[in-house]
């Protein structure tokens, strides 16, 4: 089994650059892709193989991984972005998921 | 555009089977360069896979060592479609299932409406 940890939650001013980490075990080593859920809905992928935007996710949503740690940057925060975050690894056949990151835009 | 449409029970007895299928169009699940995938979402276990299958010259399947004992996915070509089916569902099962498309760079990119299923006599 590989862990996955990230904080419960995280705040972040409207219009500021908010950070959402993902800790695992030389997760440098691995491929991270991150998901956005908003309440009732399916997650959504944001971002894919540690910093690639999928079509139609802004270039304000930026990824980067290194050492033990995996990060998503959302610069110009909105109140839109308002929502549960995931990182996702995987490892050998099975996938894991972090506990998810729920970001309040002030 | 990808699609998932998934349907199945949202009530399932203790014990008894849990059965969901997901519906593909826009894609064919004998893609050698894509799986198929179910993933289950719950206050208690945050989101969890449960397994995919996928083709590549044969069909092959990977489970999570958590449900690996009672769980299957199927996959239909004559209606191109996969399935999941739990085998003795307890209460901790009650979850959101979703249906997920992975390509070769393993990140999920299509995901179905989700399911709530609720395990309860």
């Known amino acids: 089994s590989y862990e996955v940890t990230q904080p419960l939650s995280v705040s972040v001013a409207l219009g500021q650059t908010a950070r959402i980490t993902c800790g695992g075990n030389h997760i440098g080593s691995k491929s991270v892709h991150w998901y956005q859920q908003k309440p009732g809905q399916a997650p959504v992928l944001v971002i894919y193989g540690n910093g690639n935007r999928p079509s139609g996710i802004p270039e304000r949503f930026s990824g980067s991984n290194s050492g033990n740690t995996a990060t998503l940057t959302i610069s110009r925060a909105q109140g839109g972005d308002e929502a549960d975050y995931y990182c996702q690894v995987w490892d050998s056949t099975t996938a894991f998921f972090g506990g998810g990151t729920n970001l309040t835009v002030l | 555009q990808v699609q998932l449409q998934q349907s199945g029970p949202g009530l399932v007895k203790p014990s008894q089977t849990l059965s969901l299928t997901c519906a593909v169009s826009?894609?064919?699940?004998?893609?050698?360069?894509?799986?198929w995938n179910w993933i289950r979402q719950s206050p208690s276990r945050g989101l969890e896979w449960l397994g995919r299958?996928?083709?590549?010259?044969?069909?092959?399947?990977d489970y999570a060592v958590s449900v690996k004992s009672r769980i299957t996915i199927n996959a239909d070509t004559s209606k191109n479609q996969f399935s999941l089916q739990l085998n003795s569902v307890t209460p901790e099962d009650t979850a959101v299932y979703y249906c997920?498309?992975?390509?070769?760079?393993?990140?999920?990119?299509?995901w179905g409406q989700g399911t709530l299923v609720t395990v309860s006599s």
């Open positions: 826009g894609d064919s699940i004998s893609s050698n360069s894509a799986a």
């Open positions: 997920a498309r992975h390509p070769s760079w393993l990140a999920f990119d299509y």
């Open positions: 299958t996928y083709y590549r010259s044969k069909w092959f399947n």
